[in-house]
């Protein structure tokens, strides 16, 4: 079993940064890809961003403005998001999969709590 627990989120104006973390602990997750995802108001939980043995992959609406990183010694995976825009907001999730492309679609073993992030315009 993995616990998954996120932090970093909070309260940030447009165009502020915030670098989300999530910490993995019950066993290792170097062998998982790892990804983030969200969930606004009234919407479905969307994909983010996955890291994995292949590389990085990102929604189209957050390319270039947040990265996806982990520390394997810190058994953590963080989200630095840049140029925040109010359709941000959302709770942030991480979780680990078996591979990107099943993480890609929320096929994902284990899933943390989540973290608030709200940007005002």
């Known amino acids: 079993q993995v616990q998954l627990v996120e932090s970093g989120g909070g309260l940030v104006q447009a165009g502020g940064s915030l670098r989300l973390s999530c910490a993995a602990s019950?066993?290792?997750?170097?062998?998982?890809?790892m990804g983030w995802f969200r969930q606004a108001p009234g919407k479905e939980r969307e994909f983010v961003a996955v890291?994995?043995?292949?590389?990085?992959i990102y929604a189209d609406s957050v390319k270039g403005r947040f990265t996806i990183s982990r520390d394997n010694a810190k058994n953590t995976v963080y989200l630095q998001m840049n140029s925040l825009k109010p359709e941000d907001t959302a709770v942030y999730y991480c979780a680990a999969g078996g591979t990107s492309a099943r993480v890609r679609r929320l096929e994902c073993d284990y899933w943390g709590q989540g973290t608030q992030v709200t940007v005002s315009s």
């Open positions: 019950g066993r290792t997750i170097s062998s998982y890809a």
């Open positions: 890291i994995s043995w292949s590389g990085d």
